[in-house]
């Protein structure tokens, strides 16, 4: 890559390091980029041709996830590498037991990226939705390496598609094949000449029935719940999401309530524990007889928010008012309404839930009282956005199976 795009990732590299004895999670970063050379020696044998597939964090990994698990169960005899540039990702997967290996992805700089290539010499490389690492990509095209990008979506206003994007549109040209989730993207990507594109759809879908397929079942939770005709799920949630939703819930007994917060520490919960005005408790310290005198569970621990979805009437996904909802998926594949705030325009899954009726967004507890009582006054206006919610996800399944025949047949 270009000199400007090298004293760019080396100027990223600093910031980290200058934050990271304050910054919980570039401290992670650092730390663990700094063992993955040795942690690769120990582990990988570069004769053994892995797949090596790299996504950003968490969300992204959950879109490549259904792709190697499908690899995994047709050819389970075949290694796989998984890459994770941030560490909320890593430090929650990193145990994840259907790949070979998992670590840090190194920097993006030449040295770090002929180091890492040489190490583990993939067969084949995989990129999850946004990753776009130019010495990486140029790399792999120099050495011929099948590289793929999956769940990819662009949008206008990408560097790639400005007058002063050149560079990062050879990134483009690297790729041996682009899967991208919807039309507008390979009409874009089009325009600038990248042709090697197949509209393949969202592999999130597939994951999120696979989940609700065998979702867990909570005896806590179903104490809870059991005689109330209606129970709203917020999942994800932050403070300025339960601005939204808590003063609702607490003058409104006729429903109950599931919180699981994005983030849990001890004086977080606290907080929240202390804005609800009705009977409420942690997950984690409620039994079910407790739970049976219950209005509000507060889930305090990862892992379990995808199953409990089934327990709802309607969902709040959180993120809304912040750097963007989390995973409505998560929540429609149950068939219920999903509600969430302003921040939705870069997740074409909420605009559609919108279109259809299937989504609501809120920008206030006002607009969210108007959205609650309209559904839970009428069983019709409810099982409608329900159907609609349920609909839309069974009609974008299939990206996995799309993906995984074009590169093995």
């Given at each position: 890559?270009?000199?400007?795009?090298n004293?760019?990732?080396?100027a990223?590299?600093?910031?980290?390091?200058?934050v990271?004895?304050?910054?919980?999670?570039?401290?992670?970063?650092?730390?663990?980029?700094?063992?993955?050379?040795d942690?690769?020696?120990?582990?990988v044998?570069?004769?053994?041709?892995?797949?090596?597939?790299?996504?950003?964090?968490?969300?992204?990994?959950?879109q490549?996830?259904?792709?190697?698990?499908?690899?995994?169960?047709e050819?389970?005899?075949?290694r796989?590498?998984?890459?994770?540039?941030?560490?909320?990702?890593?430090?929650?997967?990193k145990?994840?037991?259907?790949?070979?290996?998992?670590?840090?992805?190194?920097?993006?700089?030449?040295g770090?990226?002929?180091?890492?290539?040489?190490?583990?010499?993939?067969?084949?490389?995989?990129?999850?939705?946004?990753?776009?690492?130019?010495?990486?990509l140029?790399?792999?095209?120099?050495?011929?390496?099948?590289t793929?990008?999956?769940?990819?979506?662009?949008?206008?206003?990408?560097?790639?598609?400005?007058?002063?994007?050149?560079?990062?549109?050879?990134?483009?040209?690297?790729?041996?094949?682009?899967?991208?989730?919807?039309?507008q993207?390979?009409?874009?990507?089009?325009g600038?000449?990248?042709?090697?594109?197949?509209v393949?759809?969202d592999t999130?879908?597939?994951r999120?029935?696979?989940?609700?397929?065998?979702?867990?079942?909570?005896?806590v939770?179903?104490?809870?719940?059991?005689?109330?005709?209606?129970?709203l799920?917020?999942g994800?949630?932050?403070?300025?999401?339960?601005?939204v939703?808590?003063?609702?819930?607490?003058?409104?007994?006729?429903?109950?309530?599931?919180?699981?917060?994005?983030e849990?520490?001890?004086?977080?919960?606290?907080?929240?524990?202390?804005?609800?005005?009705?009977?409420?408790?942690?997950?984690?310290?409620?039994?079910e007889?407790?739970?049976?005198?219950?209005d509000?569970?507060?889930?305090?621990?990862?892992?379990?928010?995808s199953?409990v979805?089934?327990?709802?009437?309607?969902?709040?996904?959180?993120?809304?008012?912040?750097?963007?909802i989390?995973?409505?998926?998560?929540?429609?594949?149950?068939?219920?309404?999903?509600?969430?705030?302003?921040?939705?325009e870069?997740f074409?899954?909420?605009?559609?839930?919108?279109?259809?009726?299937?989504?609501?967004?809120?920008?206030?507890?006002?607009?969210?009282?108007?959205?609650m009582?309209?559904l839970?006054?009428?069983?019709?206006?409810?099982?409608?956005?329900?159907?609609?919610?349920?609909?839309?996800?069974?009609s974008?399944?299939g990206?996995?199976?799309?993906i995984?025949?074009?590169?093995f047949?």
């Amino acid at each position: 890559m270009n000199f400007l795009y090298n004293t760019g990732i080396k100027a990223y590299k600093l910031a980290v390091k200058i934050v990271s004895p304050w910054n919980r999670k570039a401290k992670l970063m650092l730390d663990g980029q700094a063992r993955t050379f040795d942690y690769l020696s120990e582990k990988v044998d570069p004769q053994a041709g892995y797949i090596w597939m790299h996504v950003s964090s968490l969300g992204e990994f959950e879109q490549g996830r259904p792709l190697i698990e499908k690899i995994k169960a047709e050819h389970p005899e075949q290694r796989i590498l998984l890459t994770f540039f941030s560490s909320s990702g890593y430090e929650v997967r990193k145990n994840y037991d259907k790949v070979d290996a998992v670590c840090y992805l190194p920097f993006d700089t030449p040295g770090n990226v002929r180091r890492f290539l040489d190490r583990v010499r993939p067969s084949m490389a995989i990129f999850v939705k946004y990753e776009f690492w130019g010495n990486y990509l140029r790399e792999l095209k120099r050495r011929q390496v099948p590289t793929y990008i999956i769940s990819s979506i662009f949008r206008p206003g990408q560097i790639f598609f400005r007058p002063w994007g050149g560079e990062f549109r050879k990134m483009l040209g690297c790729f041996t094949h682009l899967y991208v989730q919807n039309e507008q993207s390979q009409q874009l990507l089009a325009g600038i000449g990248i042709n090697q594109v197949t509209v393949a759809g969202d592999t999130r879908f597939d994951r999120v029935a696979h989940v609700r397929d065998q979702a867990k079942s909570f005896p806590v939770i179903e104490a809870m719940t059991r005689n109330c005709p209606f129970t709203l799920v917020m999942g994800s949630s932050w403070p300025a999401d339960e601005d939204v939703v808590l003063p609702y819930f607490n003058s409104h007994p006729n429903m109950k309530l599931i919180i699981a917060p994005h983030e849990f520490d001890d004086e977080r919960l606290q907080a929240l524990l202390g804005r609800i005005e009705r009977p409420a408790a942690l997950y984690t310290t409620t039994d079910e007889m407790l739970a049976g005198q219950l209005d509000c569970l507060v889930i305090n621990c990862f892992g379990i928010l995808s199953s409990v979805y089934r327990y709802g009437q309607m969902a709040y996904v959180g993120g809304g008012f912040g750097s963007g909802i989390h995973n409505v998926n998560e929540a429609a594949v149950y068939g219920i309404p999903v509600a969430f705030g302003p921040k939705f325009e870069k997740f074409v899954e909420a605009s559609d839930l919108i279109a259809c009726e299937g989504g609501f967004t809120v920008s206030s507890a006002q607009e969210f009282e108007a959205v609650m009582d309209r559904l839970t006054a009428s069983q019709q206006a409810l099982r409608h956005s329900s159907e609609e919610a349920g609909k839309y996800i069974q009609s974008h399944l299939g990206a996995t199976d799309l993906i995984y025949r074009d590169l093995f047949g």
